[in-house]
């Protein structure tokens, strides 16, 4: 069994308790898009009453982009973008008062998102560079924020294939699991089940197997990991779902 240890750079929990349950359903996936729709309900009204002010902002980013994927993962685009949107849109606010990793990270992660949701190739050229500064903007603030060298190393494993150079992408994502980057569950799970999809695409189903193993054992009900699962172990004939 893998172990979730400080070995592999797993950090304490970062989020607040009232995050988690939204967090953990979105990951999980026993929920729909619709049934996770209260507990993003119920962390925006927690962060209204436990924060304030540019920290209200970040917690209301948080949930925004934790309910946008939900709806993506269904493919729900337009309902996602009006998440993703407006997650961008608090996380900027915050980065024009006060920036900090977390608020280049959210500002990434939304972008990111959108640009996936949105689904134009105008609206990626126009923007999917920016993914990339604003997660190395907030690697100025915290070297080893594990969310921040994700998203950089995504942008070599998810681009559209003429711009993808999977084989970079893997060794980045490599480095922030042995050791480069401070990583939270969410960080573990989207390092490892990349890797394992880095190498689905390449066809190399035996080296994508322990990958995605261990993305499963970080959150076993999540579909998008056990679809690639079953894909590797069929060798490619098994069916994939769009990240």
């Given amino acids: 069994m893998f172990l979730l240890t400080a070995g592999f750079g797993l950090q304490a929990e970062r989020l607040p308790d009232w995050m988690l349950p939204l967090r953990e359903a979105v990951y999980e996936q026993l929920l729909t898009a619709n049934e996770t729709r209260p507990l993003y309900l119920a962390a925006t009204a927690a962060a209204r009453n436990h924060t304030s002010g540019l920290s209200q902002?970040?917690?209301?980013?948080?949930?925004?982009?934790?309910?946008?994927?939900?709806?993506?993962?269904?493919?729900?685009?337009?309902?996602?973008?009006?998440?993703?949107?407006?997650?961008?849109?608090?996380?900027?606010?915050v980065v024009q008062a006060s920036p900090s990793a977390d608020a280049w990270v959210l500002r990434a992660g939304n972008l990111s998102h959108l640009i996936q949701a949105d689904g134009r190739w105008t609206f990626a050229l126009a923007n999917g560079l920016d993914v990339e500064r604003f997660a190395r903007n907030a690697l100025e603030f915290d070297s080893r924020n594990a969310t921040a060298q994700y998203l950089i190393a995504a942008r070599w494993i998810f681009a559209p294939r003429a711009f993808a150079n999977i084989g970079r992408g893997i060794e980045m994502m490599q480095a922030i699991y042995n050791g480069g980057g401070d990583m939270g569950r969410d960080d573990l799970f989207n390092v490892t089940s990349a890797i394992g999809w880095a190498h689905v695409q390449q066809r190399n189903f035996s080296g994508a197997i322990p990958w995605l193993t261990r993305a499963l054992e970080v959150y076993p009900t999540n579909r998008f990991a056990s679809d690639l699962l079953e894909t590797a172990e069929a060798g490619g004939s098994g069916r994939r779902r769009s990240r």
């Fill in 57 to 93: 902002y970040l917690a209301l980013s948080r949930a925004e982009f934790l309910m946008g994927r939900a709806l993506l993962f269904e493919e729900r685009n337009p309902e996602a973008r009006a998440h993703f949107a407006e997650g961008l849109r608090l996380a900027e606010i």
